[in-house]
């Protein structure tokens, strides 16, 4: 009988706690500073230097460029840039290798397709990905 009455006080005690689950499609999830989501990519900001796809450890990653049609001007300008997120596993790795910091990584971690087909993502969806871009760190 002793341990019937101390399970019922337990259990009322607890009914009175705060929550600690969350509402989630309804109410964001609180994520971390340095949490690594999907990337977001300015194709403005690229000089085609290749050194995220060198440095990708799973290969995922697909960028070419193209030689600058003004002559007078030296350098590439981006082609394609495609990430297929089937194999990337969003390491950060290409964001801290890019010297212009062209790639950077968001808050958004919502990635289900019912396709794989559709976890290759090109240059205009990731520029577009906008969404819970992610605070940057200063010392």
Same mark, same amino acid.
């Given at each position: 009988?002793?341990?019937? !009455? =101390? ?9 009175? /706690? ?6 989630? #499609?309804? &109410? ?7 949490? /690594? ?5 300015? #194709? ?12 990708? #450890? ?12 003004? #002559? !007078? =001007? ?49 240059? &205009?969806?990731?520029? &577009?990905?906008?969404?819970?871009? /992610? ?5």
């Amino acid at each position: 009988m002793l341990g019937w !009455t =101390k399970g019922l006080a337990y259990t009322l005690k607890q009914l009175t /706690r705060d929550k600690v689950t969350y509402d989630y #499609p309804n &109410e964001p999830i609180p994520l971390p500073d340095r949490f /690594r989501g999907i990337q977001k990519f300015y #194709p403005e900001k690229c000089i085609v230097c290749n050194q995220c796809v060198n440095i990708c #450890p799973t290969d995922c990653i697909n960028l070419t460029g193209k030689k600058h049609p003004d #002559p !007078t =001007k030296k350098g590439k300008i981006i082609d394609t840039y495609d990430i297929n997120f089937e194999l990337c596993i969003l390491c950060d790795l290409c964001t801290e290798v890019c010297p212009t910091e062209a790639i950077i990584m968001t808050n958004n971690f919502e990635l289900a397709e019912y396709s794989r087909d559709n976890l290759f993502k090109n240059l &205009e969806w990731l520029d &577009e990905n906008d969404e819970n871009i /992610r605070k940057v760190n200063k010392p």
